[in-house]
């Protein structure tokens, strides 16, 4: 695939530049609730039980998120060249 191919138009680069801030932001919030009830929980262990439910909720909510988000990434840039480091 050459790069003109692989290029990204400025309105694509916009939506999935949006996209990622709302995904940061959901982020962002589902970790603050969950260290507010970690925090909480070391003060009344009944909130333990909150937080076990909250993490498990939104675990997969982010991942599912950022499985998306990559997935969009991926249909706009195309895949990775060979021979570039994939990252962990």
Request: hydrophobic fraction near 35%; avoid cysteine; charge should be negative.
């Given at each position: 695939m050459s790069d003109q191919e692989r290029s990204i138009s400025q309105e694509e680069l916009v939506v999935l530049q949006k996209q990622f801030?709302?995904?940061?932001?959901?982020?962002?919030?589902a970790l603050a609730v969950m260290?507010?009830?970690s925090e909480m929980s070391q003060r009344r262990p009944d909130?333990?039980?909150?937080?076990?439910?909250?993490?498990?909720?939104?675990?997969?909510?982010?991942?599912?998120?950022?499985?998306?988000f990559t997935q969009a990434l991926n249909e706009k840039a195309g895949p990775k060249?060979?021979?570039?480091?994939?990252?962990?």
């Open positions: 801030s709302e995904i940061k932001h959901s982020i962002n919030n260290m507010a009830l909130y333990s039980e909150k937080l076990a439910s909250t993490v498990l909720t939104k675990a997969p909510q982010i991942v599912s998120s950022l499985q998306e060249p060979e021979g570039l480091p994939t990252g962990a």
